[in-house]
Antibody, heavy 120, light 107 residues
Framework: EVQLLESGGGLVQPGGSLRLSCAAS????????MSWVRQAPGKGLEWVSL????????YYGDFVKGRFTISRDNSKNTVYLQMNSLRAEDTAVYYC?????????????WGQGTLVTVSS | EVVLTQSPATLSLSPGERATLSCRAS??????FAWYQQKPGQAPRLLIY???TRATGIPARFSGSGSGTDFTLTISGLEPEDFAVYYC?????????FGQGTRLEIK
């Protein structure tokens, strides 16, 4: 059974940093690209970032503007999202998602999400 | 970036009826297009990818069509569990983008 378990969310002040983690199991992690997608409270889905199977290729939403970094550790079956210079508008549930291929960013499995709140 | 516009914003139908949801892209995305369903408090669920391919375990009442800029999700014979929010997504151009969603509600 495919499982994606996010962690690392919480309350952070504007300008602060957080590192999200997503531990994957139930599939060959090193064979799939992985993505992060977020959803602000009461709003729609917004794609954040994607990383290729080797980690060589990374892609970001326009709003990231160099503030976030996605990475992965295939030995630990884990993908990360380092978020710096956080703003109030980054407040959202952040989902980790498995992609159908590499890259094939249609997301067939999702985690339960981790809430990031940016507030003073 | 590619802007996806979904219509209608809200669709009110009764169980058993046929639902037709639309999504229009601001430029061609070929067939690199997907549909997702999201219920309250849950993560999204992939329904359709590559415009018309049903994801694993998705019932046959869900079908997708279209290419280029105009796409349709059809649900033939609505079941009570189908009432949810539906999102479209394109993967032809970076950054990947989602539509704003269509809420399918019980009439």
């Amino acid at each position: 059974e495919v499982q994606l378990l996010e962690s690392g969310g919480g309350l952070v002040q504007p300008g602060g940093s957080l590192r999200l983690s997503c531990a994957a199991s139930g599939f060959t992690f090193s064979a799939y690209a992985m993505s992060w997608v977020r959803q602000a409270p009461g709003k729609g889905l917004e794609w954040v970032s994607l990383i290729s199977i080797s980690g060589t290729n990374t892609y970001y939403g326009d709003f990231v503007k160099g503030r976030f970094t996605i990475s992965r550790d295939n030995s630990k079956n884990t993908v990360y999202l380092q978020m710096n210079s956080l703003r109030a508008e980054d407040t959202a549930v952040y989902y980790c998602a498995k992609d159908l291929g590499d890259p094939h960013p249609s997301h067939d499995y999702w985690g339960q999400g981790t809430l990031v709140t940016v507030s003073s | 970036e590619v802007v996806l516009t979904q219509s209608p914003a809200t669709l009110s139908l009764s169980p058993g009826e046929r639902a037709t949801l639309s999504c229009r892209a601001s430029q061609s995305v070929r067939s690199y297009f997907a549909w997702y369903q999201q219920k309250p408090g849950q993560a999204p669920r992939l329904l359709i990818y590559d415009a018309s391919t049903r994801a694993t375990g998705i019932p046959a009442r869900f079908s997708g069509s279209g290419s280029g800029t105009d796409f349709t999700l059809t649900i033939s014979g609505l079941e009570p569990e189908d009432f949810a929010v539906y999102y479209c997504q394109q993967r032809n151009n970076w950054p990947i983008t989602f539509g704003q969603g269509t809420r399918l509600e019980i009439k």
